[in-house]
């Protein structure tokens, strides 16, 4: 399987300026990709984290 997530970090950009929405976005994303990577990483051959805006 693979799995391509595009502008993983749209969401955050658009509320940059608001920056309770933009950290609570932040973290969902973390959230997101720790069930992502902890499935079977020994399986996942390249990830990104979330961008660093957090």
Request: hydrophobic share 40%; with cysteine; proline share 9%.
């Amino acid at each position: 399987m693979v799995g391509l997530i595009d502008e993983y970090d749209k969401p955050i950009l658009d509320n940059i300026l608001n920056g309770d929405r933009a950290r609570e976005l932040c973290e969902g994303l973390k959230n997101l990709y720790s069930v992502l990577k902890a499935g079977e990483p020994e399986k996942i051959l390249f990830s990104l984290p979330p961008a660093p805006l957090c």
